[in-house]
């Protein structure tokens, strides 16, 4: 399989950030990892075996990144707005570094974002606020209320980067449309204990007339990486 290792320090964020790359050729797909995971985390949950297919049928490539959420949204002993700062200068990472190098890199138009749980938070949040650049969203057992990691603080920059919040007030139809464009697919399964927060997310999207896809997968899993990939790749297609 072909696999590739990048690391630069990132101007946005101030520190090394990696990157592992799965494929050649086809779509590419940036893949999120979970709040406590990095760019190792979908080839070491057996994720990247899972869609070894599509990867030596150029069907895609994939991009697997690393997350600072340890130092943002996790960081326990950082206040509110630190918090939100950290976030905000992720997002500029993603924008500014890594959705460039991906067109570097691959020349097809399609991009598809893809994530579990805070990785899900991050696909969603980044096609709501950049539809343009996006064409597929696949959220796997995501929460989209940042407001549980910051003890009661609101303020402009954190109402921008919480979809549950922003996505009510999104009233301008070009960018409505845009939204609908994307092909977003909201994914649960039985026991999920993020099943209602995404149940939540979809009816905000529906309040907005957004088209997508909210699907319970009629599983349950003690480990949920048991079924990750197989969403992964179900919905690749």
Request: proline share 5%.
């Amino acid at each position: 399989m072909d696999r590739e290792y990048q690391k630069w320090k990132s101007p946005s964020l101030g520190r090394d950030m990696e990157i592992m790359i799965f494929g050649k050729e086809g779509a590419p797909v940036l893949l999120f990892p979970s709040g406590h995971g990095g760019h190792l985390e979908w080839d070491e949950q057996g994720g990247i075996d899972i869609v070894q297919e599509q990867i030596e049928k150029g069907y895609n490539q994939f991009f697997c990144v690393d997350n600072v959420a340890d130092e943002s949204f996790l960081n326990t002993e950082a206040d509110a707005p630190v918090k939100v700062m950290r976030e905000n200068q992720y997002e500029m990472y993603i924008l500014d570094e890594v959705l460039p190098f991906i067109s570097e890199r691959n020349p097809s138009p399609f991009l598809i974002l893809s994530g579990v749980q805070m990785g899900a938070y991050h696909s969603l949040k980044l096609a709501l606020k950049q539809p343009s650049l996006v064409h597929k969203v696949i959220a796997m057992s995501g929460y989209y209320d940042i407001n549980v990691h910051l003890n009661g603080f609101k303020d402009e920059s954190s109402y921008f980067i919480n979809p549950i919040e922003f996505m009510p007030n999104l009233n301008e139809d070009s960018i409505l449309n845009a939204i609908s464009a994307v092909d977003i697919r909201l994914i649960s399964y039985l026991n999920d204990p993020n099943r209602e927060a995404t149940r939540r997310m979809s009816d905000t999207l529906w309040m907005k007339f957004i088209n997508h896809n909210h699907f319970v997968w009629e599983q349950d899993a003690q480990n949920p990486w048991r079924l990750f990939p197989e969403m992964l790749k179900d919905n690749l297609i």
